[in-house]
């Protein structure tokens, strides 16, 4: 699959075998030589093998666009270098094959190759299992959806320039561990709206969805509200059972500030519960697949195995990328250093 894919912080890539030879090659400029940076150390040789113009036989996408989007996922990362070695027709009418060759600027480095699959729209790629968005700037529709979408409790900026949306359920562990990242980066990003948007596992999770519209219904009487609601169901996850689960949320409501049976009646409407699926229907829409998953302004990043430096990083890199400010202090991070990349 695509190093990084989905996760924007993985560095492995699996195997690709070099690009068979096609039969007759269009006009598409191959990569040209790999822009090496020094970033003050000795620059190693090119580590790629030239690109050769008879694999690239695939009209679209073009070279640059593919850079674009392996830029938006791997920029975030000065030492990753890349060159793109194929872009190729496949069997399947429309259906692109991309070789990239992968590497870094650490001595005798290793390079690895990797391949993804476009889809006839252009506007998908699919590398093993995962499908994500492709493009020049993949993002920027997901970004769009969210913008417009999604309506959970928000704490940080009230501009949308920046979003940051936790996808989370109420009912899993994984989530509630995911807390204290989510606490520190309102801290570390001043200009972010940091939104808590609700996707209930049923299907794990028998009271995920019962605790989801009581949050809403906190949300509705004050926003605020809603996280010490939600600290408090984190807290309390082993009691959402068959015999305890009501009297656990409404407790949670309760230490929220708010009048619990007002909330439950609240949770009991069919406005409420279309409220729930409408968000587990742009979770569903976005191509969210577990829980806690945090999208970056339309970037989607699971929560959960990135060293919190390396997700500062990411949204550091995201927000350079839409011409935002973070309103974070230290060094601006992805503008001064962009990735050695084909141009």
Request: aromatic content about 8%.
């Amino acid at each position: 699959m695509i190093a990084g894919a989905q996760t924007g912080a993985q560095t492995g890539a699996t195997g690709a075998q070099t690009p068979a030879k096609p039969a007759g090659a269009t006009a598409q400029t191959p990569a040209a030589p790999l822009e090496l940076q020094n970033m003050g150390q000795t620059p190693k040789a090119d580590p790629f093998p030239p690109a050769n113009l008879k694999f690239f036989t695939a009209d679209s996408p073009n070279v640059d666009t593919v850079n674009a989007f392996l830029k938006a996922l791997w920029g975030y990362d000065p030492n990753r270098i890349w060159r793109v070695e194929a872009i190729q027709k496949t069997s399947a009418p429309n259906v692109t094959k991309v070789v990239v060759f992968v590497s870094d600027k650490t001595p005798n480095a290793k390079v690895r190759p990797t391949a993804f699959f476009v889809t006839p729209d252009g506007k998908h790629a699919v590398a093993g299992d995962v499908v994500i968005p492709f493009g020049a700037t993949p993002f920027a529709d997901m970004r769009k959806t969210i913008q417009a979408r999604a309506d959970g409790a928000w704490r940080g900026a009230p501009s949308k320039d920046l979003m940051l949306v936790e996808f989370s359920d109420l009912q899993c562990p994984h989530c509630k561990e995911a807390q204290g990242t989510m606490d520190q980066l309102v801290k570390d990003f001043p200009n972010a709206h940091v939104v808590y948007q609700s996707f209930p596992i049923v299907e794990a999770h028998p009271f995920a969805f019962e605790a989801a519209a009581y949050g809403y219904c906190v949300e509705k009487q004050k926003n605020d509200a809603f996280f010490p609601y939600a600290s408090a169901v984190f807290d309390h996850q082993p009691e959402l059972t068959r015999e305890n689960g009501d009297a656990t949320l409404k407790a949670a409501v309760t230490k929220a500030g708010v009048d619990p049976a007002a909330v439950s009646s609240c949770a009991a409407t069919q406005e409420t519960k279309d409220q729930v699926n409408a968000s587990i229907k742009l979770a569903e829409d976005l191509g969210v697949d577990q829980t806690p998953m945090l999208a970056v302004n339309g970037h989607l990043l699971p929560l959960t195995g990135i060293p919190y430096e390396t997700l500062k990083t990411i949204i550091s890199y995201q927000a350079s990328l839409d011409g935002v400010s973070t309103g974070a202090t230290g060094p601006a991070v992805g503008a001064s250093t962009p990735p050695a990349v084909n141009k």
